[in-house]
């Protein structure tokens, strides 16, 4: 059973840095994997999407990268900014259009 | 990607009522899903909706409590039944597109009280 853990579950930055927010799955073969960000009693966005045959991934200040053979995906975000504090969510597909597992989760706050 | 357009975006509700939340989608697609965001916890998935066919359950949920329609490619309803205050959750809808993967609507906040 595929599980997915994200790292750290909480993180507080000052504005203006740049933050790394980790992904691990327990099983390597993926069909894609997706981040997504939550604002509070909110629907999710999606940031970026890595198919399987992908390193990585960027739009604007967010680059994704994507590890399957070490089961890794981490999340970079440039010059965070007050407007970047949301729940950051990682997600696995193992087929197409099949079900998501979703991680944990990374609540970050950017403070002025 | 693909626009989902889900309402209501909150609601209260009495205990014992029932509440139907509804998606509309800008495209066609075939399968459409729903989710439940139970208060401080990741999201869970309820169900498969596939046009002309009934949903498909996941294990925990049953169509009795969490009855669903999908009358054709751009909509789908999901109805919470007899509702208890355990039920307080955010309500989800999901398309998948090959390009862009996963899409969500923009949630359901639902008190029961």
């Known amino acids: 059973k595929q599980e997915v853990t994200q790292i750290p579950a909480a993180l507080s930055v000052p504005e203006g840095e740049n933050l790394v927010l980790n992904c691990s799955f327990t099983?390597?073969?993926?069909?894609?994997l997706q981040w997504f960000r939550q604002d509070p009693g909110k629907g999710l966005t999606s940031l970026l999407l890595?198919?399987?045959?992908?390193r990585e991934q960027t739009s604007g200040r967010l680059n994704a990268s994507l590890d399957k053979s070490s089961g890794r995906s981490t999340l970079y975000i440039a010059a965070s900014q007050p407007g970047d504090s949301a729940t950051y969510l990682c997600?696995?597909?193992?087929?197409?259009?099949?079900?998501?597992?979703f991680g944990t989760g990374t609540r970050l706050q950017v403070t002025l | 990607s693909a626009v989902i357009s889900q309402k209501p975006s909150r609601d209260i509700c009495q205990r014992g009522t029932s509440l139907t939340i509804q998606c509309q989608v800008d495209?066609?697609?075939?399968?459409m899903f729903w989710y439940r965001q139970q208060p401080g916890q990741s999201l869970t998935l309820i169900a498969t909706?596939?046009?002309?066919?009934?949903?498909?359950?996941e294990s925990g949920f049953v169509i009795d409590k969490f009855p669903i329609s999908r009358p054709n490619l751009t909509f789908s309803t999901l109805t919470v039944s007899n509702m208890s205050p355990e039920d307080s959750s955010i309500y989800l809808c999901?398309?998948?597109?090959?390009?862009?993967?996963?899409?969500f609507g923009s949630g359901t906040r639902l008190t029961v009280v």
């Open positions: 999901s398309v998948f597109t090959a390009n862009y993967g996963y899409t």
């Open positions: 099983d390597s073969a993926i069909y894609n």
């Open positions: 890595i198919q399987s045959s992908q």
């Open positions: 997600a696995v597909m193992a087929g197409t259009a099949s079900k998501l597992t």
């Open positions: 495209s066609q697609v075939t399968m």
């Open positions: 909706a596939n046009q002309g066919s009934e949903a498909t359950y």
